[in-house]
């Protein structure tokens, strides 16, 4: 997976891992490495396209090509993330052969091809560099995968990955954050699992660690804010929701105290202690003996 750090770190690797020291927190200006969009001439490989290339992968581009740690890329530079934690970050996210995996700056192409490989699931990685993406595009076919794992040469900002159900990634914290609203609009329950860096406030779901390195965890979360009409039991009452992120809130004295969303799964907690355990479905919130009716949408 490619990993993306600011030009104004260190980088100290070893062919095990690479250690980061942060040099200045200047203001981000153009980089002058960063080098025009290229066209990618082959596209997504097709079965048919892999075996016609089975044995001819200088097509695939230069085959003596390797990448170098700390190599630089689009307002980046390129360090793997250790196999270790590949497969750890799939395993947290379990991914199954259902899934779409897709891969966020995919550099050689370990995440996708991991999640075709060991995990069944049909992956797609997203690299800048179209060495890179020739690279992976070899070692898919040597892993045997390359039907399952393919990969496009574009820009991550530019591109729309919005049917992904798993999405990874291994990217500078502001560029995380960019990210970020084009994930929560992702369909609720998508997983997102990331490298080293978080997503700002919005509070993962658990954290990873192996030897070699740690990251992090989230699910999409369905939106609940708004004013809600209650049914439980007998009982009938009405709540306003406040929502940031998986975190629900409602104001105090009212007939809720807080809640959870996990997914489309909802946890809300009465102020009498009874929980209210359900899923959300659009504007309908149901459970084991309650259900709720969106009455107005939250801001």
Known sequence: MKAYLFLSFLIAATPAAAQMRILDSTPHVDDPLTAPILSDPLGDLSPTRVSLLQG???????????????QAGKDVIWVPTPDSLVKAMLTVAEVKPTDYV?????????????????????ATGLEYN????????????????????????????????????VVTMYLLPSLNLK??????????????????FTLGD?????????????????IVPANAAGRWAFEVGNERFA?????????LSVARG?????????????????????PLNGEIRGDQMQGRGWVATRIRTGG
């Open 239 to 247: 709540a306003e929701i406040g929502q940031q992120y998986q975190m």
């Open 202 to 218: 919005w509070e993962p779901e658990r954290s990873i660690t192996t030897d070699d390195a740690t990251g992090y965890y989230w």
């Open 56 to 70: 001819n992968t200088e097509k695939l581009g230069d085959g003596k090509y390797q990448p170098e740690i700390g």
């Open 102 to 122: 897709v891969d966020l700056g995919s550099g050689d192409g370990r995440i996708a091809i991991a999640a075709a490989r060991d995990f069944g699931a049909r």
């Open 130 to 165: 179209p060495d890179m993406v020739a690279l992976a595009r070899r070692k898919a076919i040597e892993a045997g995968v390359a039907g399952k794992a393919t990969f496009r040469q574009a820009d991550i900002f530019e591109t729309d990955f919005s049917d992904a159900t």
């Open 179 to 196: 990210l970020r609203d084009t994930l929560l609009k992702m369909k609720p329950g998508t997983r997102i699992v990331s490298h080293a």
């Open 254 to 274: 009212g007939s809720l105290k807080d809640g959870r969303v996990k997914g489309t799964q909802v946890q809300l907690n009465r102020a009498n202690g009874q």
